[in-house]
């Protein structure tokens, strides 16, 4: 594997709806205007060979939005997957959901389904749409099916380790991030794979999600080869 090039890069889409209404257009028309980018970077990682890409689509504390906004983001993301499905099986691209995915509503939970099952034996990118994704509630569910197991003694609780919570997170499958990208300005990580960016390189950008093209990307992917990985150990 190329150190220069980041195996996994997971992306905080940040700013459709500042991006809206700076033009005077609604919250939704934001987040339709954010498909393009996904298209684009999508495209633009798959030719600098970046093997895993994740995008936080959705978080569990979005819920807390309005039922319209909400609605027409399910709306969207229905179509959308819907729209590029075959795009994604020819270009070698596996989709797949990650998050508490049984909260979505039906037609978009049906959408990603079916694309998973088309794209799941593509080998080239794995796409991860975080959905109704929080942090702290996949490591709640990770402790909680640990607890279960000993409780049904099928699990040492001696043996338990990091592996082992690891090994029951809903993004069990994929490796560690080692660059995470955040648009849109606020240097947060908003409850966002906080096991999994344990040693990530952390890159900030104040371009709001709908306006983030090619150029953004590979200056971020610029910025990676910069930065020292020492991972604990001495320079
Ligand atoms: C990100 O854009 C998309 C989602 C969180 C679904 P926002 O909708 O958070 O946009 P801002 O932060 O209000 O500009
Ligand atoms: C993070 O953005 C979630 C997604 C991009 C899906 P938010 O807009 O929800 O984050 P906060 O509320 O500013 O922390
Ligand atoms: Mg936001």
């Known amino acids: 594997m190329d150190p220069n090039i980041p195996n996994h890069v997971a992306i905080i889409m940040d700013g459709n709806g500042r991006w809206a209404e700076s033009r005077g257009l609604s919250r939704s028309e934001g987040h339709k205007a954010g498909a393009e980018p996904v298209r684009t970077i999508l495209k633009a990682a798959h030719r600098e060979k970046i093997r895993y890409l994740t995008l936080y689509t959705f978080s569990t504390e979005n819920w807390n939005r309005s039922k319209e906004e909400v609605d027409n983001l399910f709306t969207l993301l229905a179509k959308y997957i819907d729209q590029e499905t075959m795009e994604l099986l020819t270009s070698g691209v596996r989709l797949q959901g990650t998050g508490d995915l049984e909260r979505l509503p039906a037609e978009a939970l049906t959408a990603l389904r079916q694309a998973e099952q088309i794209t799941s034996a593509n080998t080239d990118l794995v796409l991860t749409l975080a959905l109704s994704y929080g942090s702290r ?53 908003s409850n966002f794979l906080l096991w999994q960016l344990a040693y990530a390189e952390l890159y900030f950008t104040d371009t709001l999600w709908p306006d983030f093209g090619e150029a953004d990307l590979i200056a971020a992917l610029k910025e990676f080869r910069t930065r020292k990985r020492r991972y604990g150990r001495a320079g």
């Open 137 to 189: 509630a996949e490591l709640g569910q990770a402790a909680r099916h640990i607890a279960l197991k000993v409780a049904d003694r099928q699990l040492d609780p001696a043996s338990v380790s990091e592996n082992t919570l690891a090994a029951e997170l809903w993004t069990c499958e994929l490796p560690d991030v080692d660059l995470l990208i955040r648009t849109g300005g606020e240097i947060r990580v």
